[in-house]
């Protein structure tokens, strides 16, 4: 059974940065392309951004991109999402997923990932 923990979220005024982290359970982290995605209140899940098995390829929402930065750990099997100068609209849970066929970073549908984390809620004040 593979798990996936985020941590790093909180309660941060915009601007501010934080950086989540993503442990995943297992020896297999390096076969996984890696993503993120958030849900705000009311709203449907989103793709945030995506990198592949060994880091060599990313993508990112236009909404994001510029400002977050996926990265990655094989060895320590972690997934992390570096978020700079965040606004209010950035507010939602973030998850992290794993996708244990595919090696691109796109399609960026979250079907395409098998397994979830259970999220970490990122609130930004204006």
């Known amino acids: 059974q593979v798990q996936l923990v985020e941590s790093g979220g909180g309660l941060v005024q915009a601007g501010d940065s934080l950086r989540l982290s993503c442990a995943v359970s297992?020896?297999?982290?390096?076969?996984?392309?890696m993503g993120w995605f958030r849900q705000a209140p009311g709203k449907e899940r989103e793709f945030v951004a995506a990198?592949?098995?060994?880091?060599?390829?990313?993508y990112y929402a236009d909404s994001v991109k510029g400002r977050f930065t996926i990265s990655r750990d094989n060895a320590k099997n972690t997934v992390y999402l570096q978020m700079n100068s965040l606004k209010p609209e950035d507010t939602a849970v973030y998850y992290c997923?794993?996708?244990?066929?595919?090696?691109?970073?796109?399609?960026?549908?979250?079907?395409?990932?098998?397994?979830w984390g259970q999220g970490t809620q990122v609130t930004v004040s204006s």
């Open positions: 997923a794993a996708d244990r066929h595919y090696a691109i970073v796109t399609p960026i549908t979250s079907e395409r990932y098998d397994y």
């Open positions: 297992g020896r297999t982290f390096s076969s996984y392309t």
């Open positions: 990198i592949s098995r060994s880091a060599s390829n990313s």
